[in-house]
């Protein structure tokens, strides 16, 4: 009997701490682990008791790299929960603030987590030795990100100026109108970005993946919409966890989502890109096309070129919505608390991010879900990687291991988001 084991303590280029490990038995794959050992951060039990327009604050701490969505989610909620729904003004705000952080988190992963890999660097330090300009763009890429983010949302990480009904302060158009210069800059550094990442050597493997992402109606899709698949999903919000369910494993401190009546799915840019691309902007489909990409792309491992495409997109939707701005004649509506349970799911950078809560009369949170993408991607990553070690079995298990890593980050994990809770078992002695 032969027996392998590839082991990776540390997953590194990826946000939070994780392991994999990987065994092969008499020539096939007995065993495929993607081990979260980061400890679990109990959000929704934090939640339960507070006051329901603390939400927003509360879940933005979940993850300094995607608070917006948090945020986003958390506010559209409680809004759904207490039967208000914004102005368009406001909602073309919130918009304008998400797409700052598709921008800074999309440019951070594509320069400095992803395209090391394609390169051959241990990392974007050493990549920037031999190419300064292009890790200075990325850089400067996800600084026109945070610019949005920080004039929306009172600073950069962590967002404070969000709250349930609105905004505690909007901006004028003379405030917006310097972020169209920054925007026009940041377009233009889109394409080329589109244009570099397309010429890197992209290994074949394909898998026929069920993606699930919001659809927008007549929008790509950021902050609503119906969650839909490629295999006939089509369902409210509110019909999230009638569909999908989540089981604990004992080898990682985050939850595993599937879908009920089938199995994994995949969430994030790719399956965005494929449910959404018809609705892309026409300088980012025509430059999707220019990079190569169909309408449909099943090729994991070229998410860095729609990651690239959704980058343009939002720059150019960021400048849509600074061009036609007009303020609200108040930055927020009141919400006023009242018995009800809320649905909402916004699309994080990494994909639908689910919320629910549960209030009382009083605003006081009784019960709170948060599902976020990492959790709902973990078990299509293990089935990737088994996928890809079948298909690789014969390498050397260092060049395997590498190829292992490739494909985890690939998914752009975050990790620390997907460790928030576990169901616990109270045994009383």
Known sequence: MTRREISVDYIARVEGEGALKITISNGAVENVELKIFEPPRFFE????????????????????????????????AMEQACGVEVPSPIRD?????????????????????????????????????DMPGVVER????????????SLLGGREIHPINVKVGGFYKTPTRKELEPLAESMKWAR????????????????????????????????YPL?????ASNRGLDISVAEFEKHVSEDQVPYSNALHARIKARDSYLVGPLARYNLNAHQLSPLARATAKEAGLADQCRNLAQSIIVRSIEVLYACDEALRIIDQYSPPSEPSVSVEPKVAIGYACTEAPRGILY?????????????????????????????????LIVEEIDLDDETLRALCERT????????????????????EC
Not at 45 to 70: Q, W
Not at 102 to 122: C, N, T, V
Not at 408 to 427: N, Q
């Open 408 to 427: 985890i980050r690939s998914y752009d994990p975050c990790i620390s988001c997907a460790t928030h809770f576990l169901k616990l078992d109270r045994v």
């Open 188 to 219: 233009d550094a889109a394409i080329e970005t589109v244009r570099w990442v397309s010429q890197f050597d992209f290994p074949a493997h394909e898998r026929d993946y069920e993606f699930v992402a919001l659809r927008g109606d007549g929008e």
């Open 223 to 227: 902050g609503d919409g119906r969650i």
């Open 138 to 149: 990325g850089l400067q890429l996800k600084k026109v990100g945070n610019k949005i983010m």
């Open 355 to 387: 919320h629910r809560y549960q209030i009382d009369g009083e605003g006081t949170i009784q019960d709170a879900v948060i599902i976020p993408p990492t959790s709902q991607n973990q078990l299509s990553i293990e089935q990737d990687l088994r996928a």
């Open 45 to 76: 039990a934090f939640l339960r008791g507070r006051d329901f327009r603390e939400a927003p604050d509360i879940t933005a701490r979940i993850c300094g790299i995607c608070p917006v969505a948090y945020q986003m989610s958390a506010v559209q």
């Open 93 to 129: 705000l919130r918009r304008l603030l998400y797409c700052g952080e598709w921008i800074e988190s999309h440019a951070l992963h594509i320069y400095m987590l992803h395209a090391p890999d394609f390169l051959g660097y241990e990392g974007a330090i050493d990549m920037a030795k």
